[in-house]
């Protein structure tokens, strides 16, 4: 049976309370509810950023798991080390246990700095569950760009000002990237549908080989939102089909929610402090275009999930 | 422990390269994640057919690069596994952050390095510059004259870095082609006997632990960090008895004895040069040639040079009256290399106060040769003769 909300309420939580992330932070979630997913043993690693600097601040840990931090661009490469060692020892009989792998990274640390060490790891079929939470920035550096923040946001580095509406580019579709891996789970989540991101990850954690998660994970501090609208954005997110939920399961796209209501950019965009300047008259076009590149992308999907 | 007498029988041609694979194969890592780079590309080939028939148990992790190579590297380390990589010059360079993040994990990792100029310009060719840029990342670094040496390094290796005492990665260093590619008799030991000398592979805790789960590689800040770099460099001091007691037992092994250095007609010697890696045999020759001559000339061949062992070294030098450090490296720093630098360093306080100075060498491949070392030995008696330097830095065998 699938994972449900109540099967998961009653799983141990295997990251504890206290730890320093700002309240409503979007992350803390995606670790409960991706460690939540499975009743095995698991090992993490995690790339510098936020959800490392806030967990692990010596002589405390807030991981109830055995967890590595090696640096910020090869969270991948160092989980596959971790799985390769596994493998070594139980092939000789030193390690019997059934263990599960997650490398966490940061958008910064997985669509930037940490892809070729991620790509790597997909494509030499380890078997491990990796898991971007994407806030969109690199938040734990002080809000500069990642190629995830989304056009017109505004970010130290792509700040809005007298003739910059922040910045310019669109974010980059990691996500298709992996699915051309040819890797057997690929799925994009968020922290608004949580029976749909543990089942996501309890798949991911099933399949035999490599498998990729991108998580929405609101930051209140870099979106200038309020500290409870994490569920209220990343929901904006998925019914604007910026964030679009769905799946590539052995190579077949599946989309796993159709909003029925679908919202506007500018519904959801209104509600962020990083995209506020561009309601500022003479920002309609950009507006405009965002919609319609949100648009086209969500047809894209849905033709490739036909 | 039997000795081992050097049997001819037990000889094998090979070149270095082949020399540290066969070593790799004896160590049968749990884990080697490696990337290939000339001159080191032949160590992962060749290590590569042991894995495909089924030579070795290992798990071999073709990374993507040796950044990920170090840092795959660093997580089976921590897992319960022995783990290796190798490399040379560039590739070497990528790793640099990763280095200090394996040490400062006190992960007992072995790497050959062969080492290689780095770039640029590009050039695959031999010199130091890639180990000595990599002297403060708190690797223990082994030198070897010739493939015998790089052989018997790589055991010696993995006992001082993984002693409990010491808990430090350790870089096996040879040089790039001269060392690599050059074929020569090997003397090489008994799987069995290799075996029982390195034992199994033991860490406190290894990640795999899961009913004891740890946290590896916290943010670590003002009020700890220092305390665990203390205590990092407090294991280098350490390890300087512990590479001494090790090289002793693998004497017993293999009838080869090993120090932190070499002495070669030191004893008498008026004018010493210093020198690390394969320019030793050179040097060796031309002493000899030279003290047919009646010039008194000896060498001091550096084998450790992580840690530095400068008590031993301001000893063994202190008698002579002028020291020319040869360093294959150039630390652009206007005042010589790093094996001078290191080395005047260290002669500062000792009472006789031999006149030292440098001759930065081979950058790029460039050949050293007898005639060379001879000039510059002539050099250096001229100094001993004038009782002053005329330079600190010399380049040798260089266009100018
Ligand atoms: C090689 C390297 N470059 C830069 C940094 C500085 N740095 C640390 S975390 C970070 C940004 C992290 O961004 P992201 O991965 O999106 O995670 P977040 O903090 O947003 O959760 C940067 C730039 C670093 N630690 N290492
Ligand atoms: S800055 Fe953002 S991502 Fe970082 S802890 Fe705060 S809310 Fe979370
Ligand atoms: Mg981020």
């Not at chain 2, 040079?305 to 009256?321: S, T």
């Not at chain 2, 005042?335 to 440098?358: C, H, K, Q, W």
Request: net charge negative; charged share 20%.
């Amino acid at each position: 049976m699938a994972l449900n909300l109540k099967e998961l309420a009653k799983r141990p939580v295997r990251i504890s309370g206290g730890h320093r992330a700002c309240a409503g932070c979007g992350f803390p979630i995606v670790i409960k509810m991706i460690l939540g997913a499975t009743e095995d043993p698991v090992v993490v690693g995690c790339a510098t950023g936020c959800m490392e600097v806030t967990t692990t601040v010596f002589p405390y840990t807030a991981w109830k798991v055995p967890f590595i931090h090696n640096a910020f661009e090869n969270s991948a490469a160092t989980i596959s080390g971790v799985e390769a060692a596994y493998q070594s020892l139980k092939r000789q009989g030193k390690v019997d246990k059934e263990i599960k792998f997650v490398a966490f990274g940061g958008d910064g640390g997985t669509y930037d700095i940490g892809f070729q060490s991620l790509s790597g790891a997909m494509e030499r079929g380890h078997n491990m569950v990796y898991v971007c939470y994407d806030n969109g920035a690199y938040m734990n550096t002080g809000i500069q760009r990642s190629s995830a923040t989304p056009r017109g946001s505004h970010t130290t580095t792509t700040p809005a000002g007298k003739v910059r509406y922040g910045k310019k580019e669109y974010r980059k579709d990691l996500t298709t990237i992996m699915a051309a891996h040819g890797i057997p789970y690929v799925a994009q989540a968020s922290v608004s549908n949580l029976v749909d991101l543990a089942r996501k990850a309890e798949k991911a954690f099933n399949v035999d080989g490599p498998a990729f998660l991108n998580v929405f994970s609101p930051c209140r501090l870099g979106w200038n939102v309020p500290a409870d609208s994490a569920r209220d954005i990343s929901k904006g997110a998925t019914d604007s089909c910026f964030w679009p939920l769905f799946e590539v399961e052995n190579g077949v796209w599946k989309v796993s929610y159709k909003p029925r209501n679908k919202i506007s950019m500018d519904d959801w965009m209104e509600s962020q402090g990083r995209f506020r300047h561009l309601f500022k008259p003479g920002n309609e076009g950009i507006r405009e275009e965002i919609q319609a590149q949100v648009d086209q992308q969500w047809e894209l999907l849905l033709k490739r999930a036909e | 422990m039997s000795v081992v007498k050097q049997d001819p029988r037990n000889s094998t041609a090979l070149t270095g390269n082949e020399a540290v694979a066969q070593a790799m194969r004896q160590i049968e890592p749990d884990v080697v994640a490696a990337y290939p780079i000339t001159p080191q590309t032949e160590i992962v080939q060749i290590f590569s057919t042991y894995v495909s028939d089924g030579l070795v148990n290992t798990e071999y992790v073709p990374v993507e690069s040796e950044h990920s190579a170090m840092s795959a590297t660093v997580g089976s380390a921590a897992s319960g596994a022995r783990s290796m990589t190798a490399t040379s010059a560039n590739g070497l360079a990528l790793m640099w952050e990763i280095l200090y993040i394996a040490s400062g994990t006190r992960l007992p990792i072995v790497m050959p390095v062969v080492n290689r100029a780095l770039s640029g310009p590009i050039n695959i060719h031999c010199d130091h510059s890639d180990a000595m840029g990599a002297r403060d990342s708190g690797w223990i670094q082994l030198f070897s004259e010739n493939a015998q040496e790089a052989y018997d390094n790589m055991f010696q290796a993995v006992r001082i870095a993984e002693h409990p005492d010491v808990r430090l990665p350790a870089m096996v260093c040879l040089d790039g082609f001269i060392i690599s590619h050059g074929m020569e008799n090997v003397f090489t030991l008994e799987d069995n006997a290799i075996r029982e000398f390195i034992g199994d592979y033991m860490i406190e805790r290894s990640l795999l632990d899961v009913e004891q789960p740890m946290t590896l590689g916290p943010l670590d800040l003002q009020d700890f960090y220092f305390e665990h770099k203390r205590a990092e460099a407090e294991a280098m001091v350490r390890s300087k008895k512990v590479i001494q007691s090790i090289a002793e037992e693998y004497e017993k092994l293999s009838g080869r004895s090993y120090g932190l250095f070499e002495e070669y007609k030191l004893d008498d010697a008026e004018i010493a040069i210093v020198v690390l890696g394969s320019t030793a045999g050179t040097a060796r020759y031309t002493i000899d040639q030279l003290r047919a001559q009646g010039i008194k000339v000896g060498m001091l061949k550096l084998r450790v040079f992580r840690p530095f062992p400068f008590e031993e070294l301001k000893q063994a030098l202190a008698h002579v009256n002028v020291i020319g450090v040869m360093d294959r490296a150039d630390s652009f720093s206007s005042i010589g290399g790093p094996l001078f630098s290191e080395l005047r360093a260290v002669m500062y306080d000792s009472e006789t106060r031999p006149l030292i100075t440098n001759y930065i060498y081979g950058l790029g491949g460039r050949d050293i040769n007898p005639r060379l070392i001879e000039q510059m030995v002539r050099e250096l008696a001229d100094v001993q003769e004038a009782g002053r330097l005329n330079q600190y830095v010399n380049y040798l065998g260089v266009r100018e």
